[in-house]
């Protein structure tokens, strides 16, 4: 039988020691960590702080000095002569175009198996040009009887008919169709219409 051996040099309790300070180093190493990036987040709510007060002191600035400008040049009259009027009259027509009446019109006559590919206002605004696909003609002509019901496409012609490879050996008649559109309502000499 050998003898057993029994230390008792306290071994143990160094090495309990030793991870005891191991732990006060951990938790001192935390707290430096923690006080520096409350100090860093100070740092950067007060810098912050002054770029809010510089904007709110820029913002301040600008509002007096527009309060103090003289409304009466800022709001000029603006003559016109009777040409520009027109111009001006003529452009903002072109402007108030009734697209969303044009849109909603064109979407109550489609009919199945025909799509919009495009529409657009043609030169000078003098007519519309729209594109439709179809499998053949037997799809298109029931759309273009039903728009030419509305006023503003009674007078629509096919301009163009072509056969399109849609890819896959799948083909579509493709037509490209104008109509002329009403003048826009004449305004008289010198005035703008509202």
Excluded: C
């Excluded at 206002?121 to 029931?142: E, F, T």
């Amino acid at each position: 039988m050998t003898p057993t051996r029994i230390d008792f040099s306290g071994r143990s309790r160094a090495l309990a020691l030793d991870s005891h300070r191991t732990a006060h180093r951990i938790a001192a190493a935390f707290l430096v960590i923690g006080v520096v990036m409350l100090a860093s987040g100070a740092a950067v709510a007060w810098r912050l702080a002054q770029r809010t007060a510089q904007v709110n002191d820029t913002v301040a600035r600008l509002q007096a000095a527009r309060d103090a400008a003289d409304p009466a040049a800022t709001a000029q009259a603006v003559q016109l002569s009777p040409d520009d009027a027109e111009l001006v009259a003529g452009a903002v027509a072109g402007l108030n175009y009734p697209w969303a009446n044009i849109m909603s019109n064109l979407e109550r006559s489609l009919t199945p198996g025909v799509s919009m590919i495009s529409i657009e206002l043609g030169v000078a605004r003098q007519s519309v040009k729209m594109v439709i696909d179809a499998p053949d003609i037997d799809h298109a002509i029931p759309y273009v009887d039903g728009i030419r019901h509305d006023p503003m496409f009674a007078q629509i012609t096919l301009v163009k008919q072509e056969v399109v490879n849609l890819g896959d050996n799948v083909t579509a008649m493709r037509f490209t169709l104008e109509a002329p559109t009403a003048a826009p309502a004449a305004t008289p000499r010198g005035e703008v219409a509202r």
